[in-house]
Each structure stands twice: as structure tokens, then as C-alpha cells.
């Protein structure tokens, strides 16, 4: 049995269904009697929240691609120490929406400043707290897009505006993210209804876990 809990990160383009996926996921896990956190990124405590608005504001237009990424890294980091580290220590599963690999796919490589400047400088932040399992709901960008369209509910922010090429990239780097991780990185085919998206998320963690706290 470990002392530390499970960091399992969500990742995915604009509309992949991360949201309503992490939902239903964590009611499944705590229906089957697992201690989970949900949080998200960029935000999930005050100081982060507060440089979310800052980061999606529609209005700020001039933000600097290197600004931008200095910024998702600070909301990282005060984010990991004061919730998600704790909750780690404590034994929770943490089930965080976004992690570093947003930044590799949205910075590094759809800003054009490149992975691996974006990783160094998420390295200063994270220290090393990688999560242990990263879950890719993978969806071309169109069908994406064509879902937050047809979804009212939805904040349309700052990243969203981006042109179909910026969400392309986004999506070509998520797949040079997960060849580079295979062993972290499950990729999940999430062109389908939340519900069977979230089915097989939910056994592929299962496994994970009965794996790792046996
Ligand atoms: P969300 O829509 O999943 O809440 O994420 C907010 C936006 O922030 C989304 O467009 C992706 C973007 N983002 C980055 O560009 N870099 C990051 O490191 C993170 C965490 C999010």
C-alpha cells in the first residue's frame, strides 16, 4: 500500500468533454468507495482562479505567448502547494482537469514558443510532481469545436477564439506529447457520448489503481 495517493491528470482540446468526463468519473469513484479530489487547471484555489480571469480574458488581447505561459505555470504551482500536494499526502486520488501537458500542447507548441522551453520553465514550478497517470481524451479539432458551439452553458474564452490552425496544433502535439509518454499518457477516444467516454476512463483508472494499492 503507498502512503501518497494518485495524481491523474485530464487533458484534451477545446470540447473533448473533460468537464462532464471528470464529473461522472469522480461520482464512480466514490461510488466504489475511493477518497477523490477533483480540481482544475488553471484555477481550483483563489490565487489560481484569479489568474484564470487574467489569463481567458477575452479583452486581453496583447497578452505575450511567453507572458501567457508564465502565468499557467505560476497558477500551477500555487495550485499543487496548497491543494494538490496536501491532498496527495492525505492518500486522494486527485482527478485534475489539465496538468503540464496543456501547457507542452497550448504554449509550447500552438504559441510556437516549443516543448521543451515550456517544459523547463514547468519544471521550475512542479519540481518534479509529474502526474502518475495522465488520461488524453482524444477528439479532432473540428468535432470539438462543433460541440462547444452547440453547448450554451460554456464559457467561450480568450483560447477558444483562437483560429481551426491554433486547434489543430494543439491537437498534433497532444499526440507527439503521448508517443513521448506512453508509459503515463492513455489515450482515449473521446468522439463519442460523455457516458462512454467516461465508462472507459473509469476501468482504465480501476485498473490503475487496484494495480497500485494492492
Ligand atoms: P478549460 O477550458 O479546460 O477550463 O481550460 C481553459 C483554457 O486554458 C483552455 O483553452 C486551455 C488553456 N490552457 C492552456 O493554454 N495552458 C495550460 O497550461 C492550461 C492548464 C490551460
Known sequence: MRERGVFVSLEG???????????????LLVAKGWRVMKTREPGGIDIAEKIRTIILDPEHTAMEARTEALLYAAARRQHLIEKVLPALQEGYIVLCDRFVDSSLAYQGAARGIGIDEVFSINAFAIENQMPDLTLLLDIKPEDGMARIHGNENREYNRLDREKMEFHHKVYEAYQEISARFPERIHKIDANRPAEEVAAEVGAVLTAYLVKHFK
Open 13 to 27: 482540446g477545446e470540447g473533448a468533454g473533460k468537464t462532464t468526463v471528470a464529473e461522472l468519473i469522480f461520482e
